[in-house]
């Protein structure tokens, strides 16, 4: 896991960098967050590393903790559930608890209306029972 | 301002305390902020006071300074600039830098887009040069 | 089945009311339509009652048929599919016939494009059948 | 003004048709409405009163009252303030009182956030205040 | 295939001429293409056909290949895969190559952010595996 | 001007290659297109030179006119009004015609509806205005 970014080398090259940055939000490797576009794009997965993850995640001024949660908001907003998923589940790696991003989905309800909200809160859902994390106690 | 939750007095109305709230938010009068809307529909502004500012953001689980940041996200990818710049306002009284809102809706271009988030850009500088903050100097 | 507004109680508990209101809508327990949301952000469905369904759906300027069929264009334009089918089948159980939703969703097109527009049409299809009204036959 | 489909002569020619609804839906000349049109894309105005207007408006299957609120609900999600504010004309000629109109943009803010129900709602002032209909007295 | 426009009559029915483009640019009848329409609103698919098929895709100003490419792009932004997946058949079926249907995917990421441009490259690999086209070689 | 990608050195930095491809594509400096955001974000600015300028418009497997008319059928369907209209400006520059251009935002409004593809074609129309390019003439 990540914790903030002192584990990060800034030496590193932009593509070295982003994959460090998001394996240790998501856990793992890039090849198995990546495996669809392999065959089709594999451009597209380094953009993804060498500008998002190397280029925006680890400028220090906002901790990745809010990142991650500011990420959760607008995908909620946008309705892209895979991604969606994927910064849940790295919204908790970098510390948040589930009830902090509940807390968020619910407040998108006045933004962008329940429709969405439900939907990414189904959602969130189904990441915390893969990680075993239901019922909410209230953390 | 508001400093976070210790000021809201939860034995209140659901119109007083989303009022109180919203006042303390926006260092504006609810008759400043909805005058806009009083001839054609006041019951309009009563909901956004009796929900999402009554009933969310008093919610102690996430603080204001970071349910606003999230706000500020959302509002750059929904693409409506008049409340962006409203909750950008928000985002300060309640204890962001202007480096942080700018660190949050540059993150956004990865999300909605670079056009979204250039026009969102813009109108932070606006609230900016409102409030006197520029240029920026790293806070 | 909720026959307008005279059956609505106005005395009941903001809860209470649209409770009633949502599930006479329905025809379902909101035990069952919000069964998703129950370990996760029971607070959630408790705002869809006590904000749309007790506060602007029991609103006696406009009725629940045309509501709903309004629901079901801002649907379609929104993409939201699991939304719009409970919307679909609202829409149907407060009165509008098979051939009003199809010919709204058809106008859509206009407005959000073709592929919003079957795909909403998609999922009305699905549930006229599970509701055995097809092939329509003009009503 | 055009009153439901009864004026409507269904031996024209679409485009003949549609420009008959439209003028009669705007109470404008279909050249006053498109001037903005007329120099760079003639056609795309000659397609909106060909499909749209010809072939959609004109089904007996819902009422224009109907259609029209039904637009204003579009459109609201969509966040075209122009064609909105146009809509909502066309929805007060076609019969739909300012309540009606105000009741169905706040059911919006369910379906798609408050921000762009309050746009829409600035919208809809802006069109009353023109047509002398402030402030609302309930109708 | 359709190459062009040569191969269109201009003197048929807009229906039939509609159905001549969209057969020759799908390699499938319109039968299979639009039979989820077709018990419950047959006349949405006749607009398609009439309108877009017959009145866009015809003149002659632009190329089918440009267009549909053009189409890829935006429905890559609207996010609505089912139609994406078809057009991106429609694209390699007018002359585009897999690499310049997944250039111009990649591209979309810097407007519509990454989310929506790494599902719709995932639409693009499913329609390239169908087709038997991958891995891609650079074509 | 910058007619295709023959001007292009390779050798050069991302961000150089992305200010000359940018400055070649709208004839502008790019301290003159980012103005609004040197205050507050340079940054965002240097973004928009490193990622799609220098990695996406300089990949020769679709040319620069294909693009940009892409992004112009793109930021139709978004609906950002001033990056459109950068992008009109930059889509004549590089090969398209207006006539092209029209077609592309007509043919739009399939997909995105009519009245995004209206005010898209109006923002085309101050382009061409400015430019002194109308009325069109049919190329």
New interface residues.
């Given amino acids: 896991m990540l914790n903030g970014f002192r584990d990060i080398d800034y030496s590193m090259s932009r593509y070295e960098k982003g994959k460090e940055v998001l394996e240790g939000i998501q856990n793992r490797t890039v090849e198995e967050i990546f495996k ?2 392999e ?3 594999p ?2 997965s380094r ?2 590393l060498e ?2 993850y190397s ?3 680890t ?1 220090p ?2 901790d990745l903790k ?2 991650e ?12 559930i ?2 969606l998923k994927d910064h849940i589940s790295a919204a908790l790696n970098v510390g948040n608890t ?3 991003i ?18 990414a ?2 959602g ?2 189904e990441v ?1 029972e893969e990680k075993d994390l ?3 106690t209230g953390d």
Wanted: net charge negative; hydrophobic share 50%.
């Fill in positions: 669809d576009l065959d089709v794009a451009d597209l953009f993804v500008f998002p280029e925006i995640y400028r001024e906002v809010t990142r949660l500011c990420t959760v908001a607008a995908l909620t907003v946008l309705g892209t895979p991604q589930p009830t902090e509940v807390e968020i989905i619910m407040q998108m309800s006045a933004y962008c209306g329940f429709p969405k909200a439900i939907n809160m189904v969130a859902k915390f239901l019922p909410l």
